[in-house]
């Protein structure tokens, strides 16, 4: 629950049942009025139209998601910067609470989810996500297997996906084989197909993440259209996903210390 009070002229929502206070501006107010009426069953925790020009972020639960300024337009999804090549939602969801990634990571969901109500007419129903899987159907055409070590863990990951790059790095500073199975969150599935058809896939994998120019070729690609099926199965929404070998599952991306030990439960 939530109650609008105006102090000075400024205005605050105040989250009842915690100290939260968040302060905003008359436009920011009267918007969060408007989503109020509109979206009655959602528990709206902030709203900032400052951060992303032409759009207000809305924070409810641990969920984000946008309009425009009246408030008309609902927009449910991922906003990506595609000249810094950052996925702002991830970041944004990374700062409300690292464990909604995570991966994200990321994933921005129906604003009404966290009030219990059913999605639109006619919208595909999401998975929730798994905690444990195995991965023994998957096939290796799929895969990109690097990196050495008596350790293995599979991760689901895009290549324009920051915290995928991220833990990409520090899986190679660490011990371990990494079984690394693309997935197109973010639109990036032709980069996804120049990596699987390429010659040396280790390598083309490292260009990817380093957004290097790759050569495309055309091969089989079902390896691909498998990992994204398993992916919505086990309601894989967001990246990166870290698989260890008992099929324990950890969304999003992780610091070393914490996979160091996490890896040692598989035995």
């Known amino acids: 629950m939530y109650k609008l009070a105006k102090f000075l002229g400024v205005a605050l929502l105040v989250v009842a049942g915690g100290s939260a206070v968040y302060a905003m501006s008359g436009d920011d107010a009267s918007l969060l009025k408007t989503l ?3 979206l009655p069953k959602t528990k709206i925790a902030a709203v900032d139209c400052g951060k992303i ?3 207000c972020e809305i ?4 969920n984000l998601f946008y309009t425009d ?3 008309r337009f609902l927009i449910i999804g991922r906003v990506y910067d595609m000249e810094t090549r950052q996925d702002l939602t991830a970041a944004r969801l990374l700062e409300i609470s690292p464990e909604t990634i995570v991966g994200g990571a990321a994933r921005a969901s129906d604003p009404d989810a966290d009030a219990g109500s059913s999605s639109q007419p006619g919208a595909k129903e999401v998975a929730a996500p798994a905690e444990k899987v195995s991965l023994a159907g998957l096939p290796a055409s799929g895969a990109i297997t690097w990196g050495s070590g ?3 863990v599979t991760v689901f990951s895009d290549f324009r ?3 995928c790059n991220r833990l990409h790095q520090t899986l190679a500073a660490m011990n371990v084989k990494v079984v690394e199975r693309p997935i197109s969150v973010l639109g990036t599935r032709s980069i996804s197909d120049a990596v699987i058809c390429s010659t040396d896939r280790a390598k083309a994998l490292q260009k990817a993440y380093e957004q290097e120019p790759l050569e495309a070729r055309k091969c089989d690609t079902s390896g691909l ?3 994204e099926a398993f992916a919505r199965k086990n309601g894989f929404s967001g990246t990166p996903v870290i698989v260890r070998s008992d099929g324990a599952v950890v969304h999003g991306f992780r610091p070393r210390e914490f996979l160091e030990t996490w890896l040692k439960g598989a035995s």
């Open 36 to 38: 109020a009426e509109r």
């Open 53 to 55: 020009p032409g759009l």
């Open 59 to 62: 924070q409810a639960g641990s």
């Open 69 to 71: 300024r009246g408030g």
């Open 150 to 152: 008596s350790r293995t």
């Open 161 to 163: 996906c920051g915290y």
């Open 225 to 227: 259209d498998a990992n």
